[in-house]
C-alpha cells in the first residue's frame, strides 16, 4: 500500500505538469481527491493492515493528501494569475491614442418646426394641450359635428380598431377634451400638436401618418378677425415679416363660417414662381368659427361664448420652409437627409 502511495504522489505531480487550464485541476482534485477518487479507493483496503501497519500507513496517506492538495491549489493560483495577465494584456489602454469622435445627433426637422410652433403660440398667451391618439368615435367625430350619418365623414378615411375605437384623425378632440375639462369657463387658448392618421397612400406629398398642431380660442366676443390676427402673426415669425396672409371660403363640419388659409409665397415673395403655381399663393391651413353645436357638446352656451380653431400639417410647414420636396424624406432616417439640419 505504501508503493501504491507514493505511486499515486507521482502520478498527480506528472499530470499537472501538463494542465493549461483551471478546469483541469478541479478534474483532477475529484480523481484523485474526490469520494469515488483513487485515494479513497486505496484507503479502502486500510482493513486489511495489521494494527502495527494502519497508523503508520494512515500518516502516509495524510501526507500525500496534504501534498497533492498543496499542489492543486498552487497550479490552481499559477494558472489564474496567467490567466488575469493575459486579459490585462488583452485589454491595455494606450492612453496616447487620440479618442474617438462622437457622431452628435440632430433634432429631428419636424420637432423643429413642432418646437418653433409651440414657441410663437406660447408667445401669444396659448398653452401647449396633449390627448390619446387612439381615441373614440365619440370625440373624434360626433362632438365635432359629425354623427355617424354625417356624409362629411366620408372625408375621413380612417383606421378603425373596433366600431367604436379608432386612430384619430386629427387633434381635434383634444379640444373638446379641454373644453370639457374646463367646465365652462373661459379664455380657452391651447394648441395641440400630435401624431394623426388616415388611411391614404404614400407618395411625395401624402403619408397614412402625419404630424398636425391644432389651435384652439375661445371666450366672449372672439371674432373672425382675431383669427386672422393670430394667424398673420404666426405666419410672418414662421416665414417672414413680410409674410401675407389671405382667407378663402371653404367647408368643414365642425367650424361655421369656414376657410383655408394661404400664405404668401415665401419663395417668390409673391410674385409667382413654379412653386406656388404662379399663384404667388400657397395654402399652409384650415380654420374658421368653433360651431355652436361644438360649443354647447363641449359645455359652452354658444349664445354667450364664440371662438375659433384651425389646423395645420407640421409636415407641409417643414417642407415650405426647408424647401423639402419629398414628405417620406421625414420618415426613412436617412442620416444623409437629417445632417442638413443643425443642432439648436
Not at 494512515?58 to 491549489?73: F, P, T, Y
Not at 359635428?145 to 380598431?161: C, E, G, T, V
Not at 377634451?177 to 401624402?206: S, W
Not at 364664440?306 to 442620416?335: C, P, Q, S, W
Request: aromatic share 8%; proline share 4%; charged share 30%.
Amino acid at each position: 500500500m505504501r508503493e501504491r502511495l507514493e505511486a499515486l504522489k507521482k502520478d498527480v505531480l506528472a499530470e499537472l505538469e501538463s494542465i493549461e487550464q483551471v478546469s483541469q485541476v478541479q478534474e483532477l482534485r475529484v480523481k484523485f481527491l474526490g469520494k469515488k477518487g483513487l485515494l479513497t479507493e486505496i484507503l479502502r483496503g486500510m482493513g486489511k493492515l495489521s494494527a502495527e501497519e494502519r497508523p503508520l500507513i494512515g500518516q502516509l496517506a495524510n501526507e500525500v493528501r496534504e501534498v497533492i492538495e498543496s499542489k492543486l491549489d498552487e497550479t490552481k493560483n499559477l494558472l489564474d494569475q496567467a490567466e488575469i495577465e493575459k486579459k490585462l494584456a488583452c485589454e491595455a489602454i494606450d492612453v496616447t491614442l487620440p479618442g474617438r469622435m462622437f457622431h452628435i445627433g440632430n433634432r429631428h426637422p419636424l420637432t423643429l418646426v413642432i418646437e418653433q410652433i409651440e414657441d410663437i403660440f406660447l408667445g401669444m398667451g396659448f398653452t401647449v394641450a396633449e390627448g390619446p391618439e387612439v381615441e373614440s368615435d365619440y370625440y373624434n367625430f360626433e362632438t365635432l359635428n359629425l354623427p355617424k350619418d354625417h356624409p362629411a365623414r366620408d372625408m375621413q378615411d380612417s383606421f378603425y380598431i373596433t366600431e367604436e375605437i379608432l386612430l384619430r384623425t386629427h387633434t381635434s378632440p383634444v379640444q373638446v377634451r379641454t373644453m370639457e375639462k374646463m367646465k365652462g369657463e373661459v379664455p380657452v387658448k391651447i394648441i395641440c400638436p400630435g401624431r394623426v392618421y388616415r388611411r391614404d397612400n404614400d407618395d411625395a406629398t401624402h403619408s397614412h401618418v402625419f404630424t398636425q398642431v391644432e389651435g384652439l380660442m375661445v371666450g366672449e366676443n372672439v371674432r373672425m378677425s382675431d383669427l386672422k390676427g393670430v394667424l398673420l402673426a404666426f405666419a410672418r415669425q414662421m416665414f417672414s415679416e413680410d409674410a401675407r396672409i389671405r382667407l378663402r371660403p371653404s367647408f368643414f363640419p365642425f367650424t361655421e363660417p369656414s376657410a383655408e388659409v394661404d400664405v404668401s409665397c415665401m419663395f417668390c415673395g409673391g410674385h409667382g414662381c413654379r412653386v406656388c403655381k404662379h399663384t404667388g399663393w400657397i395654402e399652409i391651413l384650415g380654420s374658421g368659427m368653433v360651431h355652436p353645436r361644438v360649443l354647447e357638446m363641449a359645455g359652452y352656451d354658444p349664445e354667450k361664448h364664440t371662438g375659433f380653431a384651425f389646423g395645420m400639417g407640421v409636415e407641409r410647414i417643414a417642407m415650405l420652409k426647408y424647401n423639402i420636396d419629398d414628405i417620406r424624406h421625414f420618415y426613412t432616417n436617412d442620416l444623409r437627409f437629417l445632417k442638413q439640419f443643425n443642432r439648436v
